[in-house]
């Protein structure tokens, strides 16, 4: 939850540092995969992003 909190209030760097550890610990939650995603993009880093939601589809193939 800190993540997406850091994230609401502009924190990119640090939310992205959040999350990638949260995702780390919970790989099946796809909130915070897509939370982490979304992180990247407002980082430009735009490589990382794709990866991690071609990861997210993969694990939910109806979103895809």
């Known amino acids: ?20 550890a949260a995702v780390q610990i919970n790989p099946q939650n796809l909130e915070l995969s897509q939370h982490l995603a979304v992180t990247l993009l407002q980082l430009n880093q735009l490589d990382n ?9 993969g694990q939910n193939p109806s979103n895809g």
């Open 1 to 20: 939850d800190l993540g997406k909190l850091l994230m609401r209030i502009g924190e990119f760097e640090n939310a992205s540092q959040e999350l990638s």
């Open 49 to 57: 992003a794709i990866s991690v939601f071609r990861s997210v589809a």
